[in-house]
Each structure stands twice: as structure tokens, then as C-alpha cells.
DNA sequence: ACACACTACAGAAGCGTCCG
DNA sequence: CGGACGCTTCTGTAGTGTGT
């Protein structure tokens, strides 16, 4: 029943503000003498991050110098503070587009009372995100948030101005880009998940990123055992440490065939011996390289065995990670980077690489082996 | 309450295309 | 040519869920 703080909606008569207003051509004195300000801001600002030995340059290039439509539109080459700016200005935009289209509403606020007898106080503007940037109904929108955001921003004596800093001069159009990008960025995730197709290949995206973090994760742990390795064996096998050439994880094989995918499953959970209660529990299967040796697979392994005692002699044991299981299986990628003969058995290479000319140039390798590795013990 | 293992999201930047 | 646009990938970070 508590009623939600509502969000200070502005009761901005919409019909007070005309749209064509909005960009006066008229160039008053006032203006121009603001747009030579913004230019001298810019020119400073390239100065100091360009440096250029000719720095006196005269101002005006031409009889009529252009103003720059766009202040803050790049980030590139900003200062400090005109980075600070933008991304205040970035969030206002945003936070305006979201009162605007609705999105701002934490769902409890739709208690039904006042919907249907106020409706022009807060009317919302919905994105038509099936259309353009361009779209009439976009266009719409964005200039609404833009207004809002300028006629609070720009002038730094107005009681609403909010920015960090008072002396960095940005453009309705900085601010329209602004707008832009969030609806672009806005499209992109309502098209991801209308299209199925696409939601597909977000979830294809998002399979790789984890993959990545989890190499990545497997070669960190590696690291920590290689002070235990050098001892044992003295030789430093940080050689082997290329996070692109550790093992795959997976939780389902890459197919749509709903079978498969359950009847691996099975396997999964069979391999990692799950108890009855751990039957949904998470369980991955490790694919090994194709192209690894078993001197390169060996010294991994070492590795993690290392890293697992250390885990053991723990007293406070960290979080069970998730089960890993070798099925049998490998992937095919090739290594990134240059590797070492001895990672790469040479019946392998002979099967896989000799002979086809865009893999024998994909797949570098080093002449010899490190110390201590390989023909080179 | 905390650490861990993700997950979702946003911004930066690059690319190709179109158009005045 | 330059810019606007749509699209993509990469990267960092804030957020989430879960088990000790």
C-alpha cells in the first residue's frame, strides 16, 4: 500500500514546446560570440593533447570557420573534465530517455489508481525500436530528452545545472548523439531478444566469453603452481602458459539436437559420479587441444595436480569448482600464437597441417624447443 | 557475511555503406 | 571527400546467485 516515491515527473505542458524551436539558425550575438568560446575550448583542448609544435596558429582558418557541431561526441582526445562532463551528460540523457519511454517505472508503480485520470501529465513516449534512429516517433523522443537535458545543462548560473564542471562547453548535438547511441544500444538488446535468430547467436557470444574466462581462469591457477614445478623438476614450464592454449570447457555440445544435448548430459553426470541429489547440478566436460602432445598435456596436468594438493592442505577449503570430466574429446582450434615443436606431436602435424597451405601458415611454430623441453632437455 | 563463479550491460572503436 | 548510420567485436565493470 505504501505508495513509491514518485520520480519528481516535471509537468512540462508538452504543447508549450515546439519542437522547431528547438534549433534556432538565427545567429545572435550572444550565440555567436558562445560558439567562439566552444571553438577556443576545442582548439585548447587538441592543443594540449596533440601538442603540435606550430601551436600559434591563427584562429580562423578560413573567413568562415565552421563551428563544431560536435564538442563531446568522441572521446578521444578529451580532457579530464570534458570526459567528466560527457559522462555526466551520458547519464542525464539516458536517465531523461528512461522517465520518457517508461523503462524508468519499478514496476510497483503501476497501482492502477491514477493511469487513466492523468494521463497527459506523464504520458510515455515508447521507443519504436522495429524502426530507425530516424523514425519520426525516435525523433521524437530524443529531442524531448535532449530539450530537458539542455534547458537544465547548458547554462551553468541555472539553479538545475549539475555538472562537474562549469567552464566545458558540449552542443544540443552532443547531446543527440548521446541520445543516439542509448537507442541504438537500446534496438540492439530489444532486437537480440525478439529475434530468434539472433537470441541465438547472443547465446553463441555468450557460450565463447565464458569459454575465454574459464581458459583464462585455467592458466592463473597454472601460474600459481609453478613455483611447486621448478622445485620438483627445475625448469620453468611458464612457456606453455598461453591461456588460448588451454583446455575448452563446455556444459552442452554445440548442437541444436535436443537428444544429443540430453544424452550428454547423462554422460556428464555419470563421469562426474553426481550423486542422486546432485543430478542438475553443474558438470563440465573438459575438451583437451587437438594439437597438444602428451609431454604438453603431462606438464598441464602436473600443474593442476600441484595446484589441487595445495588446495587439499587448506584449511578453510575454498568452493568445490564445478566438476570437470574428459569424455574422450578435443576441439579443433589451433593454437594463436607461436608454439614449440615439442607442444605439437609430428604425427599430428603430418595428418592435420603438412600439406595445406593456409594452416601450414596459420599455425606458427618455433624451430626449436626451450630448455629443458622436448629435443632440447 | 563473504568469496567465488559467473552474467549482463555499457562504452569504445572499427568496419562497410550510403548520401549530399 | 566527410558524416551519419548500422552493425560488430572487445573489454571492463557492476550485478547476481550460491555455498561455506
Excluded at 517508461?102 to 525500436?129: E, K, M, Q, V, Y
Excluded at 544540443?172 to 547511441?181: I, N, Q, V
Aim: net charge neutral.
Amino acid at each position: 500500500m505504501a505508495p513509491p516515491p514518485q520520480p519528481p515527473q516535471l509537468p512540462f505542458p508538452a504543447s508549450v514546446i515546439d519542437p522547431a524551436l528547438d534549433s534556432p539558425q538565427v545567429p545572435t550575438t550572444d550565440q555567436r560570440l558562445e560558439l567562439l568560446e566552444r571553438e577556443i575550448e576545442q582548439l585548447k583542448s587538441q592543443k594540449r593533447s596533440t601538442s603540435s609544435p606550430d601551436a600559434g596558429l591563427p584562429k580562423r582558418r578560413r573567413k568562415n570557420p565552421k563551428p563544431s557541431a560536435h564538442i563531446l561526441k568522441k572521446a578521444k582526445g578529451l580532457s579530464t573534465k570534458q570526459m567528466e562532463v560527457r559522462t555526466s551528460l551520458m547519464k542525464k540523457v539516458k536517465s531523461e530517455l528512461k522517465n520518457l519511454t517508461g523503462r524508468a517505472n519499478d514496476d510497483d508503480s503501476a497501482s492502477d489508481s491514477d493511469d487513466s485520470d492523468a494521463p497527459n501529465i506523464s504520458p510515455t513516449l515508447p521507443f519504436a525500436f522495429a524502426a530507425n534512429v530516424d523514425d519520426p516517433v525516435n525523433v521524437k523522443v530524443i529531442d524531448r530528452a535532449v530539450h530537458l537535458v539542455w534547458t537544465e545543462q547548458h547554462d551553468p548560473r541555472a539553479e538545475t545545472f549539475s555538472l562537474p564542471h562549469r567552464d566545458i562547453k558540449f552542443t544540443r548535438e552532443d547531446l543527440a548523439e548521446f541520445a543516439k547511441t542509448i537507442f541504438r544500444g537500446w534496438k540492439r538488446t530489444w532486437t537480440a531478444e525478439t529475434d530468434p535468430a539472433l537470441a541465438k547467436k547472443k547465446a553463441e557470444t555468450e557460450s565463447k566469453g565464458r569459454q575465454e574466462m574459464r581458459r583464462k581462469e585455467l592458466k592463473s591457477n597454472r601460474l600459481k603452481a609453478i613455483p611447486e614445478y621448478k622445485k620438483k623438476y627445475k625448469v620453468d614450464p611458464v612457456c606453455v602458459l598461453e591461456s588460448d592454449w588451454m583446455s575448452d570447457t563446455i556444459s552442452a555440445p554445440d548442437t541444436d539436437d535436443e537428444e544429443k544435448k540430453t544424452a550428454h548430459r547423462r554422460r556428464l553426470v555419470q563421469a562426474a559420479r553426481l550423486n542422486p541429489s546432485q543430478q542438475d547440478d553443474p558438470a563440465w566436460e573438459r575438451l583437451r587441444p587437438a594439437f597438444q602432445s602428451t609431454e604438453l598435456s603431462d606438464i598441464k596436468d602436473e600443474l593442476d595436480t600441484i595446484r589441487a594438493a595445495a588446495k587439499n592442505k587448506l584449511k578453510k577449503r575454498p568452493r568445490p569448482s564445478v566438476p570437470r570430466v574428459d569424455l574422450g574429446h578435443t576441439h579443433d582450434r589451433l593454437p594463436t600464437g607461436t608454439v614449440w615443436p615439442f607442444m605439437v606431436p609430428q604425427d599430428w602435424y603430418d595428418a592435420n597441417i603438412d600439406g595445406h597451405e593456409d594452416l601450414e601458415d596459420e599455425m606458427r611454430m618455433y624451430e626449436t624447443d626451450p630448455v629443458g623441453f622436448g629435443t632440447n632437455l
